[in-house]
């Protein structure tokens, strides 16, 4: 059965490019249809009861944050809820794919990727407002994965030099990190000593390090601002010496041929006996090399028959949305780690490669699933469950959490909105940067919380200011009853059950004057599980 | 008469009013309401694990002007050594009182490291690992943290005052995050509530009214972990007092000495005494490129009574069997004196202390040769130290996490508790 499916959706490619057409949703089945039945296929392998399908609060609050990184306002809310359209959640997608926000909450997801919350050569690549300018626009303007990832590794264009800025002067933190990110390998093992269970050797991880060794970040200060270029010599290897443990002091290596990873060496000119580097001079660039090595490997990493590339990056954007790689841990592709549904890893690659590596594509289809669309509740505890059969469950980052309380507060109406940024300050990022283990797994910490008990950063969201959201309840003259519901749909963007707008009202009503009370209720909800994950 | 409680069990009136309870050894134990299900206040004290107190020399204190002294030689510097109680073991002449608790003290002589400036050595001497390999180690404290720590309680797990380590949790976590106190006991940002107390339990309780909505039909993990830590910040706010010494200070500074690394000090002894497993005290500054000896002479006239006031008072409360106390900083200095009366950093031979928490105290470990420019036996590496401060605390210095796919280690391979000091 699945080498017929394969063989039809490879024919349906093959038509679809000869025809010139998007294969989105020509032929037997669209893309979005697929996983449906594959994920469905894996749970009746394993008797697996799956959730239903998410009540429409649910969809639409996690579907806002996934896209835009904010939630719904509470009248975008209402109007989704009471939508009787059939189809309002396919437009609700199309909407959300076509906001201007959509571009940068990519960016952000993908220069966490990039760059981590604790990036090398940190003292440069820690405020990268450049670097974020060019993301977005590559986003914004639907510029092709596979292109966007050949500008990173040549990093030519202004802004995304950064990425590489990262790992001057260290092409083994380059290899290591391109390798992960986007050929989805753990090489990192492999840098001391043979893997100890994969198949790469250090031959392997010094081959690729052949790629990077000639690569030079040009500085350059024009006043307070210093400016990189990333420029490459026309000489330079890698010198091997064997496993780490048998280094002594003064072992020189031998120089390694750059080899692609899993393929062959690099062709390559020899080098002409008389060749001389240039002197390098201040203020002056370094000329472009006869032969570039930096161009041969991102002409290989994001080539349509690179055995990595669309399989990784594909694994990751499901990851993004459902929480899990089909290969997990995303980035670490290797035999004793099987894809958990081999054939739908396969079609999602193939299509994505076919559909020109356009992510927002591949994004439409899997946000349209039914198996995107589950609900978050179920019995199984997983965060994020292992067939997908139930919602997985995310932190929010601190930069969906600063656009979120923005959001959910009206901020924007106080005129206040110059004095507190739109992207997490050090105070936010300290609070909720990384709240990850080792593992993956989430912890909440000390810090967090005593930032949202006495900060006074939180507290300016949820004290009444003149236009905000508790302003707009104090000075509501309807029933309390009413008011607690209009909370719940702008905070929580779905309706108050009767227990809870019996307790509210009651808090609220438990004082005189009800000022500190709607206070307090607002950042009850805002510091609440519901509010702080996506789920 | 309660046939399951002695006499000095039964809890003082005023540490019951406190909130706190304090048992027969002097032990003030968290979570009041635990006592309730224990037959006696000293089992609960003998159930906690064994804590640590750091004492850490910022900028890499003198090995030969304090515990390795080399009087006569070219490298010996202008000090004198005086005889302490233990024979056979002489420390400076401007560290007395240290000298007098000598039979408790472990000195190894014999240090040997390999990250010789301020960030790595720090990040170094704090993880056992090199910084340069950019794997995000947890501090010596988080991992005392995790391991002997108890999240349930009302104080954090890890608190540090002053200069101390560069790492964090690390791989641990946030969960085991350093807790900073400033140098005066005052705590560190966001820990004053702006609700008055009974607006700040009227909020509490509504917010855990809606946790337990929520958690009706959505039981994932990191739900339970996010209300776990907000519960454990308001315990935390609400035991604020434990970190209120000024009504010991007056009567304790007689013994620690009138300072800010004294105050820290008694600070780390009562919060060992309330079960916190891992405090940090920073003393500046040892990173005496000039002026050596005046800086060290007036670091140590703070040291000196700090340093053993604080093993005496854990011992005559029954503490010091089962808290740590080190002292280290992050390099040595060397024997040989620049042109500006100066040492500069040294890592091929230093000295650490160790003292408490089942090291067998009285003893030298490990030797210099005559000018202490190299070891002449037994030398220690960073991962050997901390192999034997974690098997002194009970923690297995091999455990294993993972960091990514990459697994971990709390120690480097090799590394091997020092036996002599176990005992």
Known sequence: ??????????????????????????????????????????????????APKSADSEFLRRVYLDLVGTIPTHDETVAFLADKEPKKREQLIDKLLADPRFARQQANVWDLVLFGRNPGNIDATRKRDGFKVWL???????????????????????????????????????????????????????KCHDHPYDKWTQRDFYGMAGFFVRIVIEEATAGNVKTYTVAEKASGEVLFSGAAKDQKPGKKGDPVKPRFLGGNDLDEPPTPKDAKEPTPKAGVKLPKPPFSRKQKLADWVTATENPFFAKAVANRVWAQFMGRGIVHPVD??????????????????????????????????????????????????????????RARVRPLTAEEIVLTL?????????????????????????????????????????????????????????????????????????????????????VLNRPAKPTEVAKFVEFIKSDAKPDGRVEDAVWVLLTSSEFRFNH | MNPFCRTGDHLSRRAFLKGAAVSGGGLVLPNWGGLAHAKTAAEIASKAKKRCILLWMNGGASQIDTFDMKPGRPTGGPFR??????????????????????????????????????PDGIYHMHTCYKM?????????????????????????????????GNAGAGYLGPAHEPFSLGRDGKLGSFSTPYLADDAEKKRADLF??????????????????????????????????????????????????????????????????????FVEVGQENYDSHADNFVCHKANMQLLDPAYSGLLTDLSERGLLKDTLVIWM??????????????????????TTVLAGGGIVGGQVYGATDADGKDVKENPVSEGDLFATIYKALGINHRAKHLTGVRPVWLTPEGSQPVKELLG
Request: glycine share 8%; hydrophobic share 35%.
């Open chain 1, 136 to 190: 977005t626009k590559q986003f914004a303007e639907g510029v092709g994965y596979d292109k966007l990832v050949r500008e990173l590794l040549q990093g030519e264009q202004a802004g995304s030099e950064l990425f590489q800025v990262q790992f001057r002067n260290q092409p083994e933190e380059a290899t290591i990190a391109i390798s992960r990110i986007f050929l989805g390998t753990q090489l990192g093992c492999a």
């Open chain 2, 132 to 164: 340069s390999e950019r794997t995000p180690h947890p501090e010596l404290g988080a991992v005392i943290a995790k391991y002997n720590g108890d999240l349930g309680s009302d104080l954090p797990t890890f608190v540090r005052m002053g200069s101390c």
């Open chain 1, 406 to 490: 923005r959001t959910a507060t009206s901020y924007e109406s106080t005129g206040k909105s110059d004095d507190q940024s739109m992207s997490p300050n050090e105070y936010f990022m300290r609070a909720f940067g990384e709240p990850m283990n080792g593992m993956g797994d989430f912890q909440g910490s000390l810090s967090e919380h005593l930032f949202w008990n006495n900060a006074e950063q939180i507290r300016v969201f949820a004290r009444r200011k003149k236009g905000n959201l508790t302003d707009q309840l104090l000075a509501a003259t309807d029933p309390w009853e009413k008011r607690v519901e209009r909370l719940y749909l702008t």
């Open chain 1, 1 to 50: 059965m699945p080498r017929v499916r394969r063989l039809t959706i490879a024919t349906v490619v093959l038509a679809a490019l000869l025809c010139g057409a998007s294969p989105a949703r020509a032929g037997d089945e669209s893309l979005r249809q697929l996983i449906d039945s594959e994920v469905k296929a894996g749970w009746a392998k394993k008797s697996i009861a799956p």
């Open chain 2, 81 to 118: 050594p005086i005889q302490s109680k233990v024979t056979g073991l002489q420390v400076c002449e401007y560290l007395p009182k240290v000298a007098a608790v000598a039979d408790k003290l472990a000195v190894i002589r014999s240090m040997q490291t390999h990250s010789p400036d301020h």
């Open chain 1, 332 to 389: 670490d592709f290797q035999a004793e780690n099987k894809p958990s549904h081999p054939e739908l890893l396969n079609a999602l690659a193939e299509r994505l490669t076919a559909n020109k590596f356009d992510l927002k594509w591949l994004i439409r289809e899997i946000v349209n699933s039914e198996a995107y669309q589950l609900a978050g509740t179920g019995s199984v505890t997983d965060t994020l469950p292992k067939h997908f059969e």
């Open chain 2, 208 to 277: 855990r009214f809606v946790e337990s909505e929520f958690a009706v039909d959505h039981k994932a993990e990191p739900f339970a972990s996010h209300r776990t830590a907000k519960e454990r910040a308001w315990r935390l706010l609400r035991a604020k007092a434990v970190f209120d010494i000024s009504k010991e200070w007056p009567t304790a500074k007689e013994r620690y000495g009138d300072s800010d690394f004294g105050r820290g000090c008694l600070m780390a002894r009562k919060l060992v005494e309330a079960g916190v497993p």
């Open chain 2, 329 to 350: 900083g992050e390099v040595g200095r060397t024997p040989g004196i620049n042109n500006r009366a100066g040492r500069d950093h040294f890592i091929r031979a230093w």
